[in-house]
């Protein structure tokens, strides 16, 4: 069964870059479309975009200008990097895998980026 | 961008049946995808393609489509099923999935 395990910074400085990987294990990532995931405290989920095996994207239009999402097949990993971050980005931030029903069939456990100085 | 709505939160006592709703602009002619998010805890799906059961999901939950309306129903309420509940479907026009903004179950 695939797993999936976000790392990064927990805390990103506003006007900054905010990073994070998913490592994906128990299975490639050289199929399904793999994604990201938000949800700011006591608020609703927010897709921020995806990245298809093949490398294509997409991303939601809220946010489009400041996201971009990249894969390295070769460590089977995946990564999100989202530019001028400011405390409403704060937020827990999920990877996960998107099948081809366009639903979510696999989570990371979630880890939460605090934007503050 | 398509919206989908959800009311905050549904109340039912155990035993009963809860029905949250999601609506969206002819969402019978999407895919609907049901998740479960307890406390502190990562999404579980819980229905996909309206009305399918992944597996280890117990029969009571139950999904239906159409209209405007897409509905999860959790048939003999338990105490655990106490959560907040998100609809999903994947806008085609935009490419990107989006996600309505949740119910809150509350067992009484």
Redesign the interface.
Known sequence: QVQLQESGPGLVKPSETLSLTCTVSGGSINSFYW?W?RQPPGK????I??IFYNGNT????SLQSRVTISLDTSKNKFSLKLTSVTEADTAVY?CAR?VV?????S????TLVTVSS | ?YVLTQPPSVSVAPGKTARITCGGNNIASK?V?W?Q?RPGQ????VI??DTDR?SGIPERFSGSNSGNTATLTISRVEAGDEADY?C???DSY?????????TKLTVL
Request: charged fraction near 5%.
């Open positions: 994604s995931i609703a989920l927010e897709w975009g995806y997409n991303y939601s239009p999920y998107v029903a366009g639903n979510i069939d989570w990371g456990q979630g | 961008s895919s995808h998740y998010q990562a999404p579980v799906l996909y393609y992944p998100y999903q479907v994947w935009g490419d990107v999935g989006v996600f309505g903004g949740g």
